[in-house]
């Protein structure tokens, strides 16, 4: 996934990297996203997602399906607005 702005809390995302490998993150902290070779781990609010090239079709559909499941729950009511403010008093 190669998102403009984050798809949690709508702020812009900062890219770091090249096409091989690459991380993505909020600059609220709310969602990252790193791809090495193959690997990729999603990370929301510290919570990991991780795939990686040997995954069936399914497998990779159940991964992503998850993490929508996961930001879909956080937009819900605004709860992640609360855990930007406590990440943000860490």
Not at 52 to 68: L, P, T
């Amino acid at each position: 996934m190669h998102y403009i702005k984050c798809p949690i809390c709508q702020s812009d995302m900062n890219y770091d990297g090249d096409q091989e490998e690459n991380y993505e993150y909020c600059t609220n902290k709310c969602y990252a996203e790193e791809f090495h070779y193959g690997y990729t781990r999603v990370s929301i609010f510290g919570k990991e997602f991780f795939a990686n090239y040997r995954f069936s079709a399914d497998e990779e559909k159940k991964f992503r399906k998850n993490i929508e499941r996961e930001i879909k729950h956080l937009r819900k009511n605004e709860k992640y607005l609360i855990k930007i403010m406590e990440s943000n008093n860490d």
